[in-house]
């Protein structure tokens, strides 16, 4: 009983942070600037990730309330360790103005050590080629800016 206890209480706390990262991207949604004077505006997306986030933070409350009948086995808090790093790092990346590749090459770094690859050097530079990949792609073709930094402006 302390088990399910300690899981009702755990997904009502997701369900919690769920639902404040919903408020807050809807927030951020409602203050871009839409360009566009037809159609869907850049803040569409924003509004979609928080429909999501709510219907997640729905299934937690649900999910809270239900008997739990499977055995909860205890989060691998390295992964999730390196996981959140992962995030940090991308987010500081293009905050510090390093720019998306850079950015980019450390998320999938890190993600692919958080499920236990060990080859640190050649993740790094596999993401980075994915992530010019990514940037050219969405900066050429798509004509969408990401944000830039030295190794973007050399494309």
Known sequence: MHIQSQ???????????LLGLSAVTVWDASRMTIRASYGMGANAASYFIAIVLLLLAAGHIASSFKAADLDVDHADWSAVGWVA????SLICSVWIGAGFVLGAALLFAFTARAFGRKALLSDVCLGAVLGVAIFLF??????????EGPIERLF
């Open 7 to 17: 899981t009702r209480s755990r997904n009502l706390l997701v369900s919690v942070i």
């Open 85 to 88: 790093l992962a995030l940090a």
């Open 138 to 147: 969405f900066n050429k073709l798509l004509t969408l800016t990401l944000p």
